[in-house]
């Protein structure tokens, strides 16, 4: 089993790396900022099943596949990328209204929630990167190297949630004084379109 220090490092790294800015906190970040803290954080638990199934993934061997493969690495990023941008149609078309309808249309809980699964799983770099990140903190003399594995994306899935959760609220404050004008509302989500559109372009863009 994972010693105590190895894991220390393994959750310091990992509240590093979700505090470095990026697709996933700009995510749900805006997310936040449009529709509320309770939205981000609903978002922020898709996001960490999402983690769940690229820890899965790296645990089966599905993510060298991604690595391997050209061709299954860039169907799930065009996949996930035609979804950022079907979000960002949603913002600006949002953004066109006028007075209070011009606030984005109230999503269910399982909508925003499938939201952070679907910006998660389909980014294939996640597995990449999970591939090459969770085995430096991993040792086949400590046991089994999958339990050890889920273990690990445990942890990352603890810091991303204390993270993500901090960004969720202090956005959904922030958010919360723009939905009181109609005015900075269109502003938001012309601005949250803007934010989708660029990280589907830059997942578009992602080499293996």
């Known amino acids: 089993m994972i010693d105590s220090g190895t894991a220390l490092m393994f959750f ?4 590093l790396l979700a505090l470095t800015p990026g697709p996933d906190n700009l995510f749900v970040m805006t997310q936040a900022a449009q529709n509320g803290r309770k939205a981000g954080l609903l978002v922020t638990l ?3 099943t999402g983690i769940l199934v690229h820890t ?5 061997g599905l993510a060298a596949l991604f690595k391997a493969s050209a ?4 169907a799930l990023k065009f996949a996930g990328a035609g979804y950022l941008l079907y979000l960002a149609w949603l913002s600006f ?8 309808a011009a606030a984005v249309d109230r999503l269910s809980s399982a909508a925003l ?12 770099k996640v597995s990449v990167f999970f591939l090459a990140f969770l085995p430096q903190f991993a040792d086949p003399a400590r046991g089994n190297l999958s339990l050890q594995f889920m273990l690990l994306g445990g942890l ?9 959760g901090a960004i969720s609220y202090l956005a959904g404050v922030f958010g919360d004084r723009f939905r009181q004008s109609a005015f900075a509302q269109r502003l938001l989500n012309r601005a949250a379109a803007g934010v989708f ?3 589907a372009i830059k997942l578009a863009l992602a080499q293996r």
């Open 156 to 164: 990352f899935i603890v810091s991303t949630i204390i993270v993500f």
């Open 197 to 199: 559109a660029g990280l």
């Open 93 to 100: 078309r949002a953004g066109t209204a006028s007075g209070a």
């Open 12 to 15: 310091t790294t990992s509240i």
């Open 71 to 74: 061709s299954a690495f860039g």
């Open 56 to 60: 899965t993934a790296v645990t089966l």
């Open 46 to 48: 898709g996001l960490c």
């Open 113 to 124: 929630y499938r939201r952070g699964i679907i910006m998660n799983v389909t980014n294939p």
